[in-house]
């Protein structure tokens, strides 16, 4: 069979999990591998440039000293909720209150009257001790409705006129564990706890227009590929995201394209629904487009450690972080069981020890008989010895974060992540080498918009513990980096797992798809600093170059 394309370079790392070298070869042997070939999108021969040599194709692009590998795969990701997130000014480069104010009045200023004055990505940790409050915003404001979401993606501060335009004038109840924060004489300090309480406001703020959103959404996926990603696993399906994904898809194929990256999409299950509820969710599972489609669940049992709303089985040292996201954890197994009975995979965001703990517990308790399913648990930022050997027991994948690691925490733990659960179930934090060497399955990602999503600094950081470009940075439980190939198998061969697709994706082999990412440094053999500051030349997805580096002679 003649192939559409094939591709030559000095390095691929097949990532096959026959190989005994780290992937140089995809045949079980020690072959070096330096070609390969594709046709209708899938793989269909590997070998040498000397075997190339004899193959006849219609495309033929040599990469030279380059590296490839399987398409890179961020395993936890928000494209369409990050839009919404991401409006306004960001404030992940204030480095403390007074440089806040003043980045949050220069936004001020740029913005018209009756307008919102949006922003977002603020690190609790430049409120030091204090409570974030709305007195600290409400006169760099000018008076308009201002709204800040924080980094963690779960709390925002609202000021006084944004709280008067929503209505919100004291406590409020919520089907899930979310809070209107209010001082001892009931009255919102402005600081919102987690969706339910965040909604009070957002639902009032003007909304962009869906051209808007399309055109922002279509341009982020874009840069998405041109970081190296070939596939997402996104953890939302917001209001309208159906509509877009579908929008900027046929916009795409009108000129001969499609989306430059595979979407597998989890829309969200959340407290105070039930069986009418789960059997919609479930009727949504494998619609989709060409290369994008609903293929799971996401569930949550806690928040963030930062905003003191995650579930601890000893408090944080405010006496926060003790309960369930679910007010009724016995209703979060009902979920798993709903959905794991109809072979339905879910991801669950647990953050605490005692909420990974409940979703052990809900998996440990599922018959026997339940249909096979990848499951996994999301994020698993603080789980003590005894949690790891039971999710090793379990079956159920872990996905992570390296970056939440790095750029929101610090190795003397003064950071606010750190302070709030004391040294030792900070130390017991990402713990990512030993999920590893338990035989966990470990799939990587960004989370964004809660921090960057440029694969090659996470790859980077995974090993650091620190953040790339920063030798000089104490590295944060250095025992707990990864080594190079168990990086970029979070991105490859563990992120298939992740997705349950192994047999067709994961590793340069004969017979899956062909969805590559090309280097311009071996990503094995380069130094972590290096690693995050080089160059993708290519993306290909099924066979189709996406992303191009502009010094690459076709």
């Known amino acids: 069979m003649t192939p559409d394309l094939i591709l030559l370079a000095d390095t691929i790392h097949t990532m096959d999990a026959q190989t005994t070298d780290g992937g140089t070869s995809g045949t079980g042997g020690t072959a070096v591998i330096e070609a390969i070939a594709v046709r209708n999108g899938v793989i269909t021969a590997v070998g040498t440039r ?20 399987p398409g890179l795969v961020d395993c936890h990701i928000h494209p369409v909720f990050g839009l919404e997130l991401t409006r306004g000014r960001g404030l992940s480069g204030a480095r403390n209150l007074a440089e806040m104010r003043a980045m949050l009045q220069d936004e001020a200023a740029a913005t018209g009257p009756g307008e919102w004055v949006r922003a977002w990505g603020l690190d609790p940790n430049i409120f030091g001790m204090a409570q974030a409050h709305r007195e600290l915003i409400d006169d760099v404001a000018s008076g308009k409705p201002c709204l800040i979401r924080l980094l963690d993606g779960h709390s925002a501060l609202a000021g006084s006129r944004a709280l008067e335009l929503a209505g919100i004038n004291g406590p409020a109840v919520f089907d899930q564990a979310a809070e209107v924060v209010c001082d001892g004489n009931g009255r919102p300090t402005g600081l919102l706890l987690e969706a339910a309480a965040v909604e009070l406001v957002t639902r009032v703020v003007p909304r962009e227009s869906f051209q808007e959103r399309k055109a922002r959404l279509a341009e982020l ?41 595979k979407l597998r999409i989890s829309p969200w299950c959340m407290p105070g629904t039930g069986e009418e509820d789960w059997q919609r969710l479930a009727e949504f599972i494998r619609q989709g487009g060409r290369r994008w489609e609903i293929a799971g669940i996401k569930l949550f049992v806690d928040g963030t450690v930062d905003n003191g709303t995650a579930w601890l089985f000893e408090p944080d040292i405010y006496g926060a972080s003790t309960t369930s996201f679910w007010p009724r954890p016995e209703e979060y197994a009902a979920a798993v069981r709903f959905f794991a009975s109809r072979g339905i995979p879910t991801s669950t965001h647990a953050i605490g020890d005692a909420g990974v703990a409940c979703v052990l ?10 249909p096979r399913a990848v499951h996994r648990i999301e994020h698993l930022e603080t789980v003590p010895d005894e949690l790891v050997d039971r999710l090793a027991r379990s079956g159920l994948v872990a996905s992570m974060q390296p970056t939440h690691c790095t750029h929101y925490a610090s190795a003397d733990h003064t950071d606010n992540w750190s302070t709030r659960l004391g040294a030792e179930r900070a130390n ?37 513990r620190r953040r790339a470009g920063h030798p000089a940075e104490q590295p944060i439980v250095p025992g707990q980096g ?15 797992r992740a997705a349950g697709e192994e047999e067709i994706s ?49």
Request: charged share 20%; aromatic share 6%.
């Open 50 to 69: 000397k075997e190339a040599a004899g193959w006849q194709a219609d495309e033929v692009i040599d990469f030279g000293n380059a590296a490839i590998t």
């Open 221 to 261: 996926l874009g840069r998405f590929s041109r970081a190296g990603l070939t596939g997402a696993h996104v953890m939302d399906l917001g209001e309208g995201s159906f509509e877009l994904y579908r929008a900027v898809e046929e916009e795409a194929l009108e000129n001969d394209g499609g989306l430059p990256l």
């Open 361 to 370: 517990d809900a998996f440990e308790a599922l018959p026997a008989d339940t």
């Open 428 to 464: 017991n934090g990402w713990r990512c080498a030993d999920l590893r060497s338990a035989g966990i399955p470990l799939g990587l990602g960004s989370d964004w918009p809660i921090a960057p999503f440029e694969p090659l600094p996470i790859m980077a950081d995974a090993q650091l």
């Open 482 to 496: 990864l080594t190079a190939i168990q990086a970029l198998e979070g991105y490859t061969s563990h992120a298939a």
């Open 506 to 554: 994961g590793s340069i082999t004969v017979g899956k798809r062909a969805d590559f990412t090309v280097f311009d440094v071996d990503p094995l053999a380069a130094d972590p600093d290096r690693l995050a500051h080089a160059q993708i030349l290519a993306t290909v997805v099924d066979g189709k170059m996406q992303h191009l580096a502009l010094d690459i002679a076709r």
